[in-house]
């Protein structure tokens, strides 16, 4: 584990005593580019880190360690501790296909151009696109922390957001009656850990080996788990 100094300051001065459900609402400008969940504690951690961090970009690429990343979330389990953000949800969403597209265009001349590999190289790549009104998370943590950091970090979601993809129009995080960061009706809100579920309430049978906590992409933070598939 990767340990900063200005990060483990922020992790000490997070208090759990402040934490309590909430209900975050993203309001978009446009659609979002996915082929997988838009995670809200991936959000949280990278807005941690660059807040944390803010010469982040010249730091040396090192992809074999976890950097220790402490986030203003509750957490379960012990072994294999996740925290309590779900997924994001939408009522109504409307699938489409766009394109990233490049063409080279250059005067004819007698040199042949090759335009199948190399800094010429034209493509066409459809991308699964997603448009919502607003996408809605669950979580369980420090309401007035995770809104500042989320307002001042978080412009965007999902891939291609330099293209336009995933604009957010508003962040608004509030109160909420309901503590669903994890779990609602019997039905997981994120992946969770097989190893971490007999605390939960869920009628659930559906696993996948898949990440619990951020980052997403990373091989050691994979796991067997429960996932938000499931239909009670």
């Given at each position: 584990?990767?340990?900063?100094?200005?990060?483990?300051?922020?992790?000490?001065?997070?208090?759990?005593?402040?934490?309590?459900?909430?209900?975050?609402?993203?309001?978009?400008?446009?659609?979002?580019?996915?082929?997988?969940?838009?995670?809200?504690?991936?959000?949280?951690?990278?807005?941690?880190?660059?807040?944390?961090?803010?010469n982040h970009y010249d730091l040396p690429q090192d992809?074999?360690?976890?950097?220790?990343?402490?986030?203003?979330?509750?957490?379960?389990?012990?072994?294999?501790?996740?925290?309590?953000?779900?997924?994001?949800?939408?009522?109504?969403?409307?699938?489409?296909?766009?394109?990233?597209?490049?063409?080279?265009?250059?005067?004819?001349?007698?040199?042949?151009?090759?335009?199948?590999?190399?800094?010429?190289?034209?493509?066409?790549?459809?991308?699964?696109?997603?448009?919502?009104?607003?996408?809605?998370?669950?979580?369980?943590?420090?309401?007035?922390?995770?809104?500042?950091?989320?307002?001042?970090?978080?412009?965007?979601?999902?891939?291609?957001?330099?293209?336009?993809?995933?604009?957010?129009?508003?962040?608004?995080v509030e109160a909420s009656e309901h503590d669903w960061?994890?779990?609602?009706?019997?039905?997981?809100?994120?992946?969770?850990?097989v190893s971490e579920a007999d605390g939960f309430d869920?009628?659930?049978?559906?696993?996948?080996?898949?990440?619990?906590?951020?980052?997403?992409?990373?091989?050691?933070?994979?796991?067997?788990?429960?996932?938000?598939?499931?239909?009670?």
């Amino acid at each position: 584990m990767i340990h900063y100094p200005s990060l483990d300051a922020y992790g000490e001065q997070i208090d759990p005593d402040t934490f309590e459900p909430m209900k975050i609402t993203f309001e978009m400008r446009s659609p979002i580019v996915t082929t997988d969940y838009i995670f809200l504690d991936g959000l949280i951690s990278s807005a941690v880190f660059k807040d944390c961090i803010p010469n982040h970009y010249d730091l040396p690429q090192d992809t074999s360690e976890l950097i220790y990343i402490p986030l203003p979330l509750k957490q379960y389990g012990t072994e294999e501790p996740f925290y309590a953000a779900s997924i994001g949800y939408a009522d109504q969403i409307v699938e489409g296909i766009d394109h990233w597209r490049k063409r080279t265009e250059i005067e004819t001349t007698k040199k042949k151009i090759q335009v199948g590999s190399g800094q010429y190289k034209m493509y066409d790549i459809p991308m699964p696109t997603m448009w919502a009104e607003s996408w809605v998370f669950y979580a369980n943590g420090n309401i007035a922390e995770c809104t500042r950091l989320l307002q001042l970090h978080i412009s965007a979601i999902g891939k291609k957001c330099s293209q336009g993809f995933g604009q957010i129009k508003n962040i608004t995080v509030e109160a909420s009656e309901h503590d669903w960061g994890v779990v609602k009706e019997g039905v997981p809100m994120r992946p969770i850990p097989v190893s971490e579920a007999d605390g939960f309430d869920m009628d659930c049978d559906v696993e996948m080996y898949y990440a619990y906590r951020p980052p997403y992409w990373h091989r050691l933070n994979m796991t067997q788990c429960y996932m938000p598939l499931c239909r009670v």
